[in-house]
């Protein structure tokens, strides 16, 4: 691939892996982002240049330019491009570029896909294949979003505003499929269906295909996929996770196939749909021809990717977590709940974006069943701009009847009534793709007497 490729929003969760992978393999890469942030700054310590703000004169000498989805098409600097002939591509393209010239395993799904593309990558790495992989957050153990390596690529597939079409990977694992978010862009389900359909019969006739059967949803996928098709799950599928434990942050499961065990799996993260997550990945590994027993000691030791259950504190516990929509936002809780069994959990909520929380404010009325307190602020807009009658008090609404909450806008005040009111044993949850992670930040230096 010709360089330099020039990348609008560098800093990005799916831009900066994308960038690194192609700086590693060689490429002269320029980019720039609209603010600095720990992604620009590691980029620019890989020796890659970045521009805070945007302007035509940053496209000087670039082959191509790739732009974030949050860039809109009037931006000066794409039309400037436009206007000298150079290809804009989204960011779908230039993932399905970078997964064209290797084996690659696309990880897809409405929920799940950052921590099984994560787990998948780890699990390859183990297993003796030295895989690259791009993931929408950052991995521990790679501390950044992406790994570069000589095998086999790992790449999770965002499906927000359907470009997953423009990707073809040779293998494909589908964690879930519902309509609870992006309705702005799909209207229906039907129209998602299709959407992951297109994206299923891109996959090769000798790679593989893992659904999760306990997805009724993906599992109507079968009869799309090309080549060899799998199945997962907790209770069903030719991979099965059967959770034995799950106490705190530790959980364990049998991993069977077709009823003949494989082996005892231990993971550091809670939850049930974390040991689908991870049978997922065990099941890709072996697929690959991964040695089993070095792939399940590295799962026994994975870290986690930022903003995933990311723990602030130890005692009281508290967790940040990105998730942003109501199936989400159940899960994690779930997760906390079946691990400590008897706290009084205190789950801060930061709505993401005007759109979201007019089409799903609705679905919260149920998600928040497993806090015994819920805080909800004001909505991180990111790159919107407010719609009428849309504000947080549509989701303090919808829970009020299930559940005590409180509207506090700032996240300043919610750190301050948090601490005033934490108890021995509590757990504090701050939850949202925003900057609600602050609140665990702030609460947890207070809490170790250091200066907020």
Not at 23 to 48: F, K, Q, Y
Not at 172 to 200: C, K, N, P, R, W
Not at 374 to 391: F, K, M, Q, R, W
């Amino acid at each position: 691939m010709i360089g330099p490729i020039h990348f609008m929003g560098i800093g990005g969760a799916g831009m900066s892996g994308m960038a690194e992978m192609l700086h590693r393999r060689g490429v002269a890469v320029t980019g720039c982002d609209i603010r600095e942030s720990p992604a620009t700054w590691r980029l620019t310590n890989l020796g890659i240049p970045v521009a805070i703000g945007h302007a035509p004169e940053h496209l000087a000498g670039a082959t191509r330019l790739v732009a974030s989805r949050a860039v809109p098409a009037t931006d000066p600097e794409i039309v400037a491009a436009r206007k000298r002939g150079l290809p804009v591509w989204h960011r779908a393209e230039m993932l399905a570029a970078l997964l064209a010239d290797r084996p690659a395993i696309g990880v897809a799904g409405t929920h799940g896909k950052t921590t099984t593309a994560a787990l998948t990558a780890i699990a390859l790495t183990a297993g003796g294949l030295d895989p690259s992989a791009l993931v929408g957050a950052e991995v521990r153990e790679f501390e950044s979003h992406a790994r570069c390596g000589s095998g086999p690529i790992v790449a999770e597939v965002d499906e927000s505003d359907g470009s997953l079409r423009h990707v073809r990977a040779h293998s494909v694992i589908i964690t879930s499929l519902d309509l609870t978010d992006h309705l702005d862009h799909y209207g229906d389900l039907q129209a998602l269906m299709e959407t992951f359909t297109s994206f299923l019969r891109g996959a090769s006739t000798d790679g593989f295909v893992l659904l999760c059967a306990d997805h009724p949803n993906v599992l109507r996928l079968r009869a799309a996929a090309p080549g060899r098709v799998l199945t997962y799950g907790l209770s069903d599928g030719d991979y099965r996770a059967r959770v034995l434990e799950q106490r705190g942050a530790r959980s364990r499961f049998l991993l069977s196939r077709g009823g003949r065990e494989l082996a005892a799996v231990t993971l550091r993260l809670p939850g049930r749909h974390n040991a689908a997550n991870a049978a997922a990945a065990l099941a890709a590994g072996l697929q690959m021809g991964g040695a089993l027993t070095p792939m399940v000691d590295a799962l026994a030791s994975f870290r986690g990717v930022r903003r995933r259950f990311e723990v602030y504190r130890e005692s009281p516990l508290v967790v940040d977590d990105y998730a942003h929509n109501p199936v989400k936002v159940q899960a994690f809780l779930r997760g906390l709940r079946e691990g400590w069994p008897d706290a009084r959990i205190i789950a801060v909520f930061q709505p993401h974006r005007y759109s979201r929380t007019k089409t799903t404010h609705a679905a919260y009325a149920g998600a928040f069943d497993d806090a015994d307190e819920v805080i909800v602020t004001n909505i991180y807009a990111a790159d919107e701009a407010p719609l009428p009658g849309v504000s947080s008090r549509l989701i303090v609404d919808a829970v009020g009847p299930r559940r005590p909450v409180h509207w506090i806008p700032r996240l300043e005040d919610v750190a301050l009534d948090v601490r005033t009111r934490l108890r021995p044993g509590d757990i504090v949850a701050t939850i949202g793709a925003g900057d609600v992670w602050r609140v665990s930040e702030w609460l947890a230096r207070d809490l170790e007497g250091v200066p907020v």
